[in-house]
């Protein structure tokens, strides 16, 4: 079987992390990488990645020459979090009939915000004979697709509870902003007025992929946002949080269905959690027949695992039939070899 | 969308429970159903599976009979473990033009034993335009679907060590002598020999399954089966069991890859496991980038479990291309939803 020929879009810490395992993979080829800032355009994407060689492939800024001068079979966007910034650079993609994974978290589930784009990206993607398909660690594989594969074992399910207990300790200064680290608590509300605190992008469409799958008619997802306020000191690189300051974001969703409540994901964002004694972990908890509870502890990593679910789905996507997909539409997941496995 | 017309064949305690899910469905519809002992057959089918209620179908014991009568779009069958029983069976089915979901545990994945018989099954498949397909709870779902789908998110793997630790009380004769409860050491080791006690049917499906899925090449799979001997008095409905007996059958696979073990899976199967502090539960763990450690406590109870497998899996088997297929062809299995729900 030829190799698959690979576009990285994005060089940024998760970009970075996906073109070096294109790299490690079996089957597949990096012919092409796209940044956006200037100190990385024109070096060879090895140097810019940290393979610690060459690779004869240098970083360009605009990726329609890139796909012209490389032929990719897909081009792994990973650029930004909404539809509204990805579906045009998306777009790009389609029109020069090259298969998309993005890790944009919108992307999961477009259905659930953007009833109307998603049918445009899917009638443009079939009238191109490509495929487009959004996933990550989350949305994209813990509060949805393990949750629904769970379910492939379920009698009955009457309600889904899961939380996603993570620690921010590792991250920086954008991150502590956008989850509140740090802010008063009357900032952090306000913050929440204002958008700067976001808290976790996904719930709605980890929640409506659930749904779909179950073919549960949902009435409404409600999110709620509250600080976790801290009762001790905590200090990352990045931040100090005094007892009495935000040390993240709890951030809450709920899906109902027929009027009652019957998913509630839950992902609390907070440094240091280890310092009041909280364990960090993925937890899936199933009522109905049978109980599922599951736990995975730690916490499958954000950052690795949304990197190797894009790049792992890769032959998946290049054989899937044209269109805009979910991972409700594609056989189990399944790690790629790596080379000299 | 109309109703999938469904037929059980064999109507124990897992073909009852089968067919009594069946009916709690939305889009199924039990047709039909066939069962092998005397005293069921000609009673109604709602009798037989403890439904409370008449369904209007008569339990027949001729399998083609049904078939011809009822034109179902697919036959659950719940007979027997071991493909030299089965396949006879399944045939009968594909001759008929019939899609065929069996629980028998070496179909899981029949080219692990069988490869003969599984391009030949998968030849008659295709040229009668059905699929056949073998799944449940273990082969099927813990041991390895869900170990396949964890490691989507794996940049790479090293390792796979996986437990399913279960309480067989619940069991009844039969179960008991399989597992060699209640048996001193030496009956033990003696029953393994000569084949009355077979431990667990179902780890080189599993192994096969993951191996394929990883595209490892395996060179072997051992087994490995040890009495587990009891410390304290056990004892349930069917066995009884002094210290210094047999509590069950501790079964161990192991799958080598370049003349390392990469695979390694573990199915003690005993009576009373809390009585020495067993949790039972199904534990996996993988070791790669990056390590992934899941925990369901107690374990997914093994009858609903492999019930509820199959029959959610219905739509998917009735729309799937022509041919043998294993889990890894299937989209991430779901829950259907119940009538009413």
Known sequence: MRSLRVVQWGLGAMGGMMARLVTE???????GAVASRKEKVGHDVGKVIGLGRETGIQVKDDILDVIEESKPDVVLHARNSFLSEASPEIRQCIMHNVNVISIAEELAFPW????????????????????????????????????????GVSARVDKIEAKRINDLSPYGPTVMRSQGVGSTPEEFYQGIKDGSIVGHVGFIQSIHMIARALNWSLDEV?????????????????????????????HIASGKVKSEIRIVLEHPQQICPDLENVETGDYIKITGVPDINLQIVPEIPGGIGTAAIAVNMIPFVCEAKPGLLSALDFPIPRSLKCIGD
């Open 25 to 31: 993979k079996e089957g597949l080829n990096l012919v």
């Open 222 to 250: 409600v999110e709620n946002r509250e600080p976790i306020i801290s009762n001790v000191l905590r200090k990352t690189e990045f931040a100090e949080v005094k007892p009495g300051m935000v040390a993240g974001c709890r």
């Open 112 to 151: 659930a915000t953007s009833m109307e784009e998603a049918r445009e990206l899917d009638g443009m993607a079939r009238s191109h004979g490509v495929t487009v398909f959004g996933t990550g660690i989350n949305p994209g594989f813990v509060l949805d697709l393990l949750i629904v594969t769970l379910t």
